[in-house]
């Protein structure tokens, strides 16, 4: 193999691994911002209840949720439990509190939980 192809696959695999390191990052950043204000206005009966180990390793929303850090978490779990209908609706499915891992407000207006 000559020097130039040799030096064409290694640039590209360093990409793909750049590229990797990227995309996780951008994942951590993808906590749904506000959130919290969604979750605490949330208002009908529109909610889902998703685990979070049905998720895909590599699927983004499991993967922000993967990498929220623990003040994220807890303005979450602050948010269900001040809008009172919400966490009575919660609690009526069996969902744990403190298995709270993320939320996200959806195209239609409601609501999924994601829990562990």
Same mark, same amino acid.
Request: glycine fraction near 6%; charged fraction near 25%; avoid cysteine.
């Given at each position: 193999?000559?020097?130039?192809? /040799?030096? @064409?696959?290694?640039?590209?695999?360093?990409?793909? @691994?750049?590229?990797?390191?990227?995309?996780?990052?951008?994942? =951590?950043?993808?906590?749904?911002?506000?959130?919290?204000?969604?979750?605490?206005?949330?208002?009908? *009966?529109?909610?889902?209840?998703? *685990?979070? *180990? /049905?998720? =895909?390793?590599? #699927?983004?929303?499991?993967?922000?949720?993967?990498?929220?850090?623990?003040?994220?978490?807890?303005?979450?779990?602050?948010?269900?439990?001040? #809008? =009172?209908?919400?966490? /009575?609706?919660? =609690?009526?499915? #069996?969902?744990?509190?403190?298995?709270?891992?993320?939320?996200?407000?959806?195209?239609?207006?409601?609501? /999924?939980?994601?829990?562990?």
């Amino acid at each position: 193999m000559n020097r130039f192809a /040799t030096f @064409s696959v290694i640039a590209a695999l360093s990409t793909l @691994s750049f590229g990797g390191i990227t995309y996780a990052t951008d994942a =951590k950043m993808n906590w749904p911002s506000h959130i919290d204000q969604s979750v605490r206005a949330f208002k009908g *009966d529109n909610v889902r209840i998703v *685990d979070v *180990d /049905t998720l =895909k390793e590599e #699927n983004q929303t499991r993967m922000w949720i993967d990498e929220a850090s623990a003040e994220q978490r807890a303005a979450l779990l602050a948010a269900v439990e001040a #809008n =009172k209908p919400l966490a /009575t609706k919660l =609690k009526a499915q #069996n969902v744990e509190m403190n298995n709270i891992a993320g939320a996200e407000e959806a195209a239609d207006g409601g609501l /999924t939980i994601y829990v562990r």
